[in-house]
T-cell receptor, first 115, second 116 residues
Framework: ETGVTQTPRHLVMGMTNKKSLKCEQHLGHNAMYWYKQSAKKPLELMFVYSLEERVENNSVPSRFSPECPNSSHLFLHLHTLQPEDSALYLC??????????????FGPGTRLTVL | AQKITQTQPGMFVQEKEAVTLDCTYDTSDQSYGLFWYKQPSSGEMIFLIYQGSYDEQNATEGRYSLNFQKARKSANLVISASQLGDSAMYFCAMREGHTGGFKTIFGAGTRLFVKA
């Protein structure tokens, strides 16, 4: 059983398209995260939600728009992306944000290619 | 300054042998957690092992153990009896307490190749 699922697994889109990435966690966690992983770069934290409230927005361009309708679901809406946005987008969840022992569990990722 | 340093971009190990992946960290916080993740070519980041800054014993999870040397600020991952399926990227990560805003910071990773 996979605790964190992501759809789609692969996405190819043009620069003028609008698409959405979906993440769902079945672990009963209260915090959810979006990360971007580009080739030869460390994992970049994009957004953090705790109990459906956004608590972190790491200077991410407005062409990325997150949405967290409840503690189990997280979306990343994409529009007018650039080729440099091509990357692996990873969703993660954790039990409780405000503790250093909090372990994040990741989904399988969406590999995005922007043409 | 980098907070998590993994100095080995790539490592080779013979199947059934043990291997140590290095990780050093930098923090002024007294409360922090250290994590190791495995990322196979499929992309998913798999949680392997956790060590808290106040834990006196080294963490172990099956074939994985964490060699925690607090004074040296190192948290090396030891994989015993390597298997072909251990070939993957391995990331060391740290989550600081209040001073770090409870963010998890990841290292650049080490790619492990297990040879048959």
């Amino acid at each position: 059983e996979t605790g964190v699922t992501q759809t789609p697994r692969h996405l190819v889109m043009g620069m003028t398209n609008k698409k959405s990435l979906k993440c769902e966690q079945h672990l009963g966690h209260n915090a959810m995260y979006w990360y971007k992983q580009s080739a030869k770069k460390p994992l970049e934290l994009m957004f953090v939600y705790s109990l459906e409230e956004r608590v972190e927005n790491n200077s991410v361009p407005s062409r990325f728009s997150p949405e967290c309708p409840n503690s189990s679901h997280l979306f990343l809406h994409l529009h007018t992306l650039q080729p440099e946005d091509s990357a692996l987008y990873l969703c993660a969840s954790s039990l409780r944000l405000e503790t250093y022992t909090d372990t994040q569990y990741f989904g399988p990722g969406t590999r995005l290619t922007v043409l | 300054a980098q907070k998590i340093t993994q100095t080995q971009p790539g490592m080779f190990v013979q199947e059934k042998e043990a291997v140590t992946l290095d990780c050093t960290y930098d923090t002024s916080d007294q409360s922090y957690g250290l994590f190791w993740y495995k990322q196979p070519s499929s992309g998913e980041m798999i949680f392997l092992i956790y060590q808290g800054s106040y834990d006196e014993q080294n963490a172990t999870e099956g074939r994985y153990s964490l060699n925690f040397q607090k004074a040296r600020k190192s948290a090396n991952l030891v994989i015993s009896a390597s298997q072909l399926g251990d070939s993957a990227m391995y990331f060391c990560a740290m989550r600081e307490g209040h001073t770090g805003g409870f963010k998890t910071i990841f290292g650049a990773g080490t790619r492990l190749f297990v040879k048959a």
